[in-house]
């Protein structure tokens, strides 16, 4: 198995990061057939596979919003408003995507994005752990 850590700055606001040139490049470098793993090893934040740059990323955004609102009532309650919404998010957006890879390219479909959600304005740096599993 091979890994590589990729820092990803997400900023004071909450955000959808793309972070697919960076799972393209560790695939390609791999080589051959296997699966990519990607894990973000931080409570408060997810791996989606999802289109971008189509509104998608917002609507998204929003649609956490809805589910999960920046208020008072999360019982977790330290850090910003709402900061405990973060906690829960990875129940519905997991910290980790398993994608294949043929020939060193993913296999993803013509649309389809990794991205890292992350609802946490308090914690502006994550890590993300690629592995590549071979055949």
């Known amino acids: 198995m091979r890994s590589r850590e990729i820092q990803v700055r997400t900023g004071s606001q909450e955000r959808v990061h793309d972070i697919t040139d960076e799972c393209v490049d560790f695939a390609r470098e791999c080589g051959g057939d296997g699966l990519l793993h990607v894990f973000v090893p931080h409570a408060t934040a997810g791996i989606a596979i999802i289109e971008l740059r189509s509104g998608s990323d917002e609507d998204l955004l929003a649609a956490l919003g809805d589910l999960l609102p920046a208020d008072?009532?999360?019982?977790?309650a330290h850090g910003s408003r709402g900061?405990?919404?973060s906690h829960v998010m990875p129940a519905f957006i997991p910290p980790y995507a398993s994608v294949p890879v043929l020939g060193g390219r993913l296999a993803l479909g013509a649309w389809q994005s990794v991205a890292l959600v992350d609802l946490n304005v308090d914690n502006p740096n994550r890590r993300v752990h690629l592995s590549f599993l071979s055949n």
């Open 83 to 85: 900061h405990g919404r």
């Open 72 to 76: 008072d009532r999360w019982r977790h």
